[in-house]
C-alpha cells in the first residue's frame, strides 16, 4: 500500500506548474490561562486574488504541518490546534488545474484517497481541533473544516458552498459523509445538491452559523482574536457547544428523496454528479464515516474519468477567465469616459437597461419616449426597483435618493441627449423604426457619443448605414431578465471603430456583464442557435410528431426549461419574428412554422395552460391543439434529438466558417451566459463532440481531445 506522502508525490508529478499552498504552523498561550495552541495558516503567498487551493504539493504540505502538531499533541505540548486562511481567504478547494491533467482511474483515485488522509488526521489528533472561516471557503476549503472538532465563521464572509455537483463532481473529500452527520440530512442536500444546482448559489456567514456548520460566529474585524478567546472557553468548559440531534429515521430518506426530485427538475437524469452524491449522503444514515469516505473517493475517480466534470472545468475556465479577457475586443485604452447615459425608450426593457446603468455607472441616465406617460412609466418602474433595493437593506436612504435623483425622463431627445456620451436605444424590433431613431438621436448627440443598439437580430451596419457617422454603432445585445442573465452579445458594424467598441467593452465591464464579441450577422450568436434549435423542434411538431415527444426528447441535454416553455418565455411573436429574420437570411436552413405563426395570430401566450389542479404542470392548451396542423411522419425521441442536434452542430459549424465569433468556446460561453445552457454539458459543444454528432455532421470535432474531455 502506498503511504500519503508517496500518493502525493506521485501526483505532485503529474503537476509541475501547482501554485503550491504552505501550511505555517505557529504557537502562542490561549487566553485564561487555557494553554498553548498551535494554528496552522493555508496561504499561497499570492493576495485575495488569487485564492488558496489544494493540489498535491499543498495537501503534502498541509500533512507535514499535521506531522508536526501530531507530535507536539502527543508529548503534551498543545491542549489544542486549529486551522485558518491567510486575509478573506480561508481556502476554495482543489486546484482544477491539476484535476485536469489526470490521464486514468488510478490518478483520480489518488487525489481522492491523498485528500482524505491528510484532512482525517485532523479529527485523529489527541487535541481538539479548530477551523476558523476567516474568509472565502469552498469545497475542499469546506471540507477541511468539517474534519476539525468545532468551527467558528465569520460575519463577513462573503462566499461558502460545496459547488462540485454545480461542476460535475461530488464533495469529495469528506463532505457528503460529514456534513450530514453535522446538521442532518436535510440541511446537507440543500448545501450539496439544491444551492450547487442553482447556478452554484453561495452561503454567507450568517447563513453558515444558522445552518450549524459553524457553532460560533463573530465579526469580520477581530474575527482571529474573538475566535480565539472562544477556543479558550471551550477547552476551559466555559462555553458549552451544543448541537441538535440529527433524524436518523424518515427525515432523513426524505431528504435524500427531495434531493432527487431536486436532480430531476434541473438535469432529468442527464448528469450524475448529484445523484452519486445523493448515494453517499444516502449510505451515511447509520454514522459509518469510513464507509462514506470511501464511497466518495470511488465517485470522484469515477467522475474526474467522465465527460461532464471535464465539461465543467471548461464551462468554470469559460466564465472564470475566458469572459475577462473576450476575444478580439480592442486596447482598453481607446476607450472613452461614459459621465451620461440616453435610452431611448421607456418600456420594460428600456427600464431595465436604464436601471442597470444608474446601479452600475451610477452616472446621469435620462429616458425618452413618444409621450410623457410613457416616459413617467419608465422613471415611475426605476425609482419602484431602487425603493425595493431600500426595502431589502441592499442601498441605504442616501444612495436611495442619489440614484433617484439622476434618473430622469424626457420628450425632446436634444434636451435630453446633448451632453451623453453612450446612447442605447431599445425600440421595436424593425429596420425601419430603428434607422428613424437612430437619425434623430445623431441630429443632437455629441461627435463622441457612442449609439448603441439592443437589437436581438437585425443587422448593426444596416442600422447604421444612412447616418453620418456609422463608425460609432455598435450592437449592445442584452438578454431577458437583464439583472440576472450575465451575458452582452457586442456586435461590431461593417464600419464601426475601435475606440467606439473599446468603449462599448469598457462599459460592459463596469455593467459586470461577459462581453463577447460578434459580427455583424443575422441573430448573432444566442438567437440563431437557438432559433435553429427551436425551429427543428417546431419542424417535426409540423411534420407530425407530438409536443410531448418533441419535447421530450432534448431532455437528456439538461437545460434549464423545455423548449416550448423557452418559447413562452421569449413570447412566441418574438419568437417568430426571429425565426422570420434568419428564413429571409438563410432560407434553406431556418423555416417559419406554419402553426407557430397560428399561435401568434390566435394571441396565445405559449402553447400550454397551467392547472393548480396538476400542480401547475404544464399542459398542452386545448385551443392551441385545434389550431395545430400536423403532417403524419411520426418520429421517436432519438430520431428527434437526432434531427435536432444535428441541425445544432451544421449551424454552429457554419457559424465558425463565417467568423461570427472567435472560436466554439465563444459559443459555449455565450450558451452558459445568456441562455442559462448546463455547465456539465460545457454550453453545447462538448457535448457533441462527447456524442459523436460533431463528426457526423461536420467531419470534424469543434475542440481538441483533451479541451472538455479526458486527455488521449
Given at each position: 500500500?502506498?503511504?500519503?506522502?508517496?500518493?502525493?508525490?506521485?501526483?505532485?508529478?503529474?503537476?509541475?506548474?501547482?501554485?503550491?499552498?504552505?501550511?505555517?504552523?505557529?504557537?502562542?498561550?490561549?487566553?485564561?490561562?487555557?494553554?498553548?495552541?498551535?494554528?496552522?495558516?493555508?496561504?499561497n503567498?499570492?493576495?485575495?486574488?488569487?485564492?488558496?487551493?489544494?493540489?498535491?504539493?499543498?495537501?503534502?504540505?498541509?500533512?507535514?504541518?499535521?506531522?508536526?502538531?501530531?507530535?507536539?499533541?502527543?508529548?503534551?505540548?498543545?491542549?489544542?490546534?486549529?486551522?485558518?486562511?491567510?486575509?478573506?481567504?480561508?481556502?476554495?478547494?482543489a486546484?482544477?488545474?491539476?484535476?485536469?491533467?489526470?490521464?486514468?482511474?488510478?490518478?483520480?483515485?489518488?487525489?481522492g484517497?491523498?485528500?482524505?488522509?491528510?484532512?482525517?488526521?485532523?479529527?485523529?489528533?489527541?487535541?481538539?481541533?479548530?477551523?476558523?472561516?476567516?474568509?472565502?471557503?469552498?469545497?475542499?476549503?469546506?471540507?477541511?473544516?468539517?474534519?476539525?472538532?468545532?468551527?467558528?465563521?465569520?460575519?463577513?464572509?462573503?462566499?461558502?458552498?460545496?459547488?462540485?455537483?454545480?461542476?460535475?463532481?461530488?464533495?469529495?473529500?469528506?463532505?457528503?459523509?460529514?456534513?450530514?452527520?453535522?446538521?442532518?440530512?436535510?440541511?446537507?442536500?440543500?448545501?450539496?445538491?439544491?444551492?450547487?444546482?442553482?447556478?452554484?448559489r453561495?452561503?454567507?456567514?450568517?447563513?453558515?452559523?444558522?445552518?450549524?456548520?459553524?457553532?460560533?460566529?463573530?465579526?469580520?474585524?477581530?474575527?482571529?482574536?474573538r475566535?480565539?478567546?472562544?477556543?479558550?472557553?471551550?477547552?476551559?468548559?466555559?462555553?458549552?457547544?451544543?448541537?441538535?440531534?440529527?433524524?436518523?429515521?424518515?427525515?432523513?430518506?426524505?431528504?435524500?428523496?427531495?434531493?432527487?426530485?431536486?436532480?430531476?427538475?434541473k438535469?432529468?437524469?442527464?448528469?450524475?454528479?448529484?445523484?452519486?452524491?445523493?448515494?453517499?449522503?444516502?449510505?451515511?444514515?447509520?454514522?459509518?464515516?469510513?464507509?462514506?469516505?470511501?464511497?466518495?473517493?470511488?465517485?470522484?475517480?469515477?467522475?474526474i474519468?467522465?465527460?461532464?466534470?471535464?465539461?465543467?472545468?471548461?464551462?468554470?475556465?469559460?466564465?472564470?477567465?475566458?469572459?475577462?479577457?473576450?476575444?478580439?475586443?480592442?486596447?482598453?485604452?481607446?476607450?472613452?469616459?461614459?459621465?451620461?447615459?440616453?435610452?431611448?425608450?421607456?418600456?420594460?426593457?428600456?427600464?431595465?437597461?436604464?436601471?442597470?446603468?444608474?446601479?452600475?455607472?451610477?452616472?446621469p441616465?435620462?429616458?425618452?419616449?413618444?409621450?410623457?406617460?410613457?416616459?413617467?412609466?419608465?422613471?415611475?418602474?426605476?425609482?419602484?426597483?431602487?425603493?425595493?433595493?431600500?426595502?431589502?437593506?441592499?442601498?441605504?436612504?442616501?444612495?436611495?435618493?442619489r440614484l433617484?435623483?439622476?434618473?430622469?425622463?424626457?420628450l425632446?431627445?436634444?434636451?435630453?441627449?446633448?451632453?451623453?456620451?453612450?446612447?442605447?436605444?431599445?425600440?421595436?424590433?424593425?429596420?425601419?423604426?430603428?434607422?428613424?431613431?437612430?437619425?434623430?438621436?445623431?441630429?443632437?448627440?455629441?461627435?463622441?457619443?457612442?449609439?448603441?443598439?439592443?437589437?436581438?437580430?437585425?443587422?448593426?451596419?444596416?442600422?447604421?448605414?444612412?447616418l453620418?457617422?456609422?463608425?460609432?454603432?455598435?450592437?449592445?445585445?442584452?438578454?431577458?431578465?437583464?439583472?440576472?442573465?450575465?451575458?452582452?452579445?457586442?456586435?461590431?458594424?461593417?464600419?464601426?471603430?475601435?475606440?467606439?467598441?473599446?468603449?462599448?467593452?469598457?462599459?460592459?465591464?463596469?455593467?459586470?456583464?461577459?462581453a463577447?464579441?460578434?459580427?455583424?450577422?443575422?441573430?448573432?450568436?444566442?438567437?440563431?442557435?437557438?432559433?435553429?434549435?427551436?425551429?427543428?423542434?417546431?419542424?417535426?411538431?409540423?411534420?407530425?410528431?407530438?409536443?410531448?415527444?418533441?419535447?421530450?426528447?432534448?431532455?437528456?441535454?439538461?437545460?434549464?426549461?423545455?423548449?416550448?416553455?423557452?418559447?413562452?418565455?421569449?413570447?412566441?411573436?418574438?419568437?417568430?419574428?426571429?425565426?422570420?429574420?434568419?428564413?429571409?437570411?438563410?432560407?434553406?436552413?431556418?423555416?417559419?412554422?406554419?402553426?407557430?405563426?397560428?399561435?401568434v395570430?390566435?394571441?396565445?401566450r405559449?402553447?400550454?395552460?397551467?392547472?393548480?389542479?396538476?400542480?401547475?404542470?404544464?399542459?398542452?392548451?386545448?385551443?392551441?391543439?385545434?389550431?395545430?396542423?400536423?403532417?403524419?411522419?411520426?418520429?421517436?425521441?432519438?430520431?428527434?434529438?437526432?434531427?435536432?442536434?444535428?441541425?445544432?452542430?451544421?449551424?454552429?459549424?457554419?457559424?465558425?466558417?463565417?467568423?461570427?465569433?472567435?472560436?466554439?468556446?465563444?459559443?459555449?460561453?455565450?450558451?452558459?451566459?445568456?441562455?442559462g445552457?448546463?455547465?456539465?454539458?460545457?454550453?453545447?459543444?462538448?457535448?457533441?463532440?462527447?456524442?459523436?454528432?460533431?463528426?457526423?455532421?461536420?467531419?470534424?470535432?469543434?475542440?481538441?481531445?483533451?479541451?472538455?474531455?479526458?486527455?488521449?
Amino acid at each position: 500500500m502506498s503511504t500519503t506522502a508517496e500518493l502525493l508525490k506521485g501526483a505532485a508529478e503529474l503537476f509541475p506548474d501547482e501554485v503550491v499552498t504552505s501550511a505555517h504552523v505557529r504557537h502562542f498561550e490561549l487566553p485564561a490561562g487555557a494553554g498553548r495552541f498551535a494554528l496552522i495558516t493555508l496561504d499561497n503567498g499570492f493576495d485575495h486574488t488569487k485564492p488558496t487551493t489544494f493540489g498535491p504539493a499543498s495537501l503534502a504540505n498541509l500533512n507535514a504541518a499535521i506531522d508536526q502538531v501530531e507530535a507536539e499533541a502527543a508529548r503534551g505540548e498543545i491542549v489544542a490546534a486549529g486551522i485558518t486562511g491567510k486575509p478573506f481567504i480561508f481556502a476554495v478547494g482543489a486546484d482544477l488545474k491539476g484535476v485536469e491533467l489526470l490521464r486514468n482511474h488510478d490518478e483520480a483515485l489518488a487525489i481522492g484517497k491523498g485528500g482524505h488522509d491528510v484532512f482525517k488526521r485532523l479529527s485523529a489528533l489527541a487535541v481538539p481541533t479548530f477551523a476558523y472561516y476567516n474568509g472565502a471557503a469552498m469545497g475542499g476549503g469546506v471540507e477541511v473544516g468539517l474534519h476539525c472538532t468545532y468551527r467558528t465563521v465569520s460575519k463577513a464572509l462573503p462566499a461558502f458552498s460545496l459547488p462540485e455537483v454545480f461542476l460535475g463532481l461530488v464533495p469529495g473529500w469528506g463532505g457528503c459523509a460529514l456534513l450530514p452527520n453535522l446538521i442532518g440530512a436535510e440541511k446537507a442536500v440543500q448545501v450539496i445538491i439544491e444551492n450547487s444546482l442553482n447556478q452554484n448559489r453561495q452561503l454567507k456567514g450568517k447563513q453558515v452559523f444558522e445552518l450549524g456548520i459553524a457553532d460560533a460566529i463573530f465579526e469580520g474585524a477581530d474575527f482571529l482574536e474573538r475566535s480565539l478567546v472562544w477556543t479558550a472557553g471551550v477547552l476551559n468548559g466555559s462555553v458549552a457547544v451544543e448541537r441538535p440531534e440529527i433524524d436518523r429515521g424518515e427525515g432523513w430518506d426524505a431528504a435524500v428523496a427531495k434531493g432527487r426530485a431536486i436532480a430531476d427538475s434541473k438535469v432529468h437524469g442527464a448528469a450524475p454528479a448529484a445523484y452519486r452524491a445523493l448515494e453517499i449522503i444516502e449510505a451515511a444514515k447509520d454514522g459509518d464515516l469510513q464507509k462514506g469516505f470511501d464511497a466518495e473517493d470511488q465517485a470522484l475517480a469515477d467522475l474526474i474519468m467522465g465527460g461532464e466534470l471535464r465539461s465543467g472545468i471548461y464551462s468554470f475556465n469559460l466564465v472564470q477567465k475566458r469572459a475577462k479577457r473576450p476575444a478580439g475586443a480592442p486596447d482598453k485604452s481607446l476607450a472613452r469616459p461614459v459621465t451620461k447615459v440616453g435610452v431611448v425608450g421607456a418600456g420594460l426593457m428600456a427600464s431595465q437597461l436604464a436601471l442597470l446603468f444608474l446601479r452600475r455607472l451610477e452616472v446621469p441616465v435620462v429616458l425618452t419616449d413618444i409621450d410623457q406617460e410613457r416616459v413617467d412609466k419608465g422613471v415611475g418602474y426605476v425609482h419602484g426597483e431602487i425603493e425595493k433595493l431600500l426595502g431589502k437593506g441592499r442601498i441605504n436612504q442616501d444612495k436611495a435618493n442619489r440614484l433617484k435623483g439622476l434618473v430622469s425622463g424626457v420628450l425632446d431627445k436634444a434636451e435630453g441627449f446633448a451632453d451623453a456620451d453612450f446612447i442605447i436605444e431599445a425600440v421595436f424590433e424593425e429596420m425601419s423604426v430603428k434607422q428613424k431613431v437612430f437619425a434623430e438621436v445623431e441630429a443632437v448627440a455629441p461627435a463622441h457619443a457612442i449609439l448603441a443598439t439592443n437589437t436581438s437580430s437585425l443587422s448593426v451596419s444596416e442600422m447604421a448605414s444612412k447616418l453620418r457617422h456609422p463608425e460609432r454603432v455598435v450592437g449592445f445585445h442584452f438578454f431577458n431578465p437583464v439583472a440576472i442573465l450575465p451575458l452582452l452579445e457586442i456586435v461590431r458594424g461593417e464600419q464601426t471603430d475601435d475606440a467606439s467598441l473599446a468603449t462599448a467593452f469598457g462599459v460592459a465591464r463596469k455593467l459586470k456583464k461577459t462581453a463577447v464579441l460578434t459580427k455583424d450577422a443575422p441573430a448573432f450568436v444566442v438567437n440563431r442557435i437557438l432559433t435553429r434549435f427551436m425551429g427543428e423542434i417546431q419542424n417535426v411538431i409540423d411534420e407530425g410528431t407530438s409536443v410531448e415527444t418533441a419535447e421530450k426528447a432534448v431532455e437528456p441535454l439538461g437545460l434549464p426549461m423545455s423548449p416550448l416553455v423557452l418559447l413562452e418565455l421569449v413570447g412566441p411573436a418574438i419568437g417568430l419574428h426571429v425565426s422570420e429574420t434568419l428564413n429571409r437570411a438563410f432560407p434553406e436552413r431556418f423555416t417559419v412554422s406554419p402553426n407557430l405563426k397560428a399561435v401568434v395570430e390566435a394571441g396565445k401566450r405559449g402553447f400550454y395552460v397551467y392547472k393548480p389542479e396538476n400542480g401547475f404542470k404544464p399542459e398542452l392548451d386545448p385551443e392551441v391543439a385545434a389550431l395545430l396542423k400536423q403532417g403524419d411522419t411520426v418520429l421517436t425521441e432519438q430520431q428527434v434529438r437526432d434531427r435536432v442536434l444535428d441541425a445544432v452542430a451544421q449551424e454552429i459549424g457554419l457559424m465558425l466558417e463565417e467568423g461570427v465569433v472567435a472560436e466554439a468556446q465563444d459559443i459555449d460561453l455565450c450558451l452558459i451566459t445568456g441562455a442559462g445552457w448546463p455547465f456539465h454539458l460545457g454550453g453545447i459543444t462538448p457535448y457533441l463532440d462527447r456524442e459523436g454528432v460533431s463528426e457526423r455532421v461536420n467531419g470534424k470535432r469543434f475542440l481538441a481531445q483533451g479541451v472538455a474531455s479526458v486527455p488521449a
